[in-house]
C-alpha cells in the first residue's frame, strides 16, 4: 500500500507561514483524494484540509479556510499544505493520508477508517 511522508514542520511566530509536503513513496498519488489532519496538544486528531483525485474539489476547515492552500504536484507526487497567517491554535503534529472512498466533510466528520497510508507526521509550533 505504500506510505506517506509528511516535511516542513517547524517553530514559526505567530502570522509566520509554513509550507508541508506530503510525498509518497512507491506510489502515485495522482488517484487517490489527499488529506491533511493535524492533533493538537490535548485534542483529537481533526481534518484539516483535502483535495481529491482530479484536484477540482477541496475542502477546507472552517478555521483555515482562507490562510491555508492544498495542492498537488503530480510532477513531484507531491501534495502541499501551503499554511499563511498562522496561529498558536494551528499548533500540532499534521499527519497526510489517501483515500479512494472517502471525503472530509468537517473536521471531525471524516471517516477515518476510510484513511490510509499514514506518515509519522511533522510538528509545527506556532509561538512568540
Known amino acids: 500500500q505504500g506510505q506517506l511522508v509528511e516535511s516542513g514542520g517547524g517553530s514559526v511566530q505567530p502570522g509566520g507561514s509554513l509550507r508541508l509536503s506530503c510525498a509518497a513513496n512507491g506510489f502515485t498519488l495522482d488517484y487517490y483524494t489527499v488529506g491533511w489532519f493535524r492533533q493538537g496538544p490535548g485534542k483529537e486528531r481533526e481534518g484539516v484540509a483535502c483535495?481529491?483525485?482530479?484536484?477540482?474539489?477541496?475542502f477546507y476547515e472552517d478555521s483555515v479556510k482562507g490562510p491555508f492552500t492544498i495542492s498537488r504536484d503530480r510532477a513531484n507526487n507531491t501534495v502541499y499544505l501551503h499554511m499563511n497567517d498562522l496561529k498558536p491554535e494551528d499548533t500540532g503534529i499534521y499527519f497526510c493520508a489517501k483515500t479512494s472512498t472517502g471525503w472530509m466533510d468537517s473536521g471531525t466528520n471524516y471517516g477515518s477508517n476510510c484513511w490510509g497510508s499514514w506518515g509519522q507526521g511533522t510538528q509545527v509550533t506556532v509561538s512568540s
Open positions: 483535495i481529491n483525485s482530479g484536484d477540482r474539489n477541496t
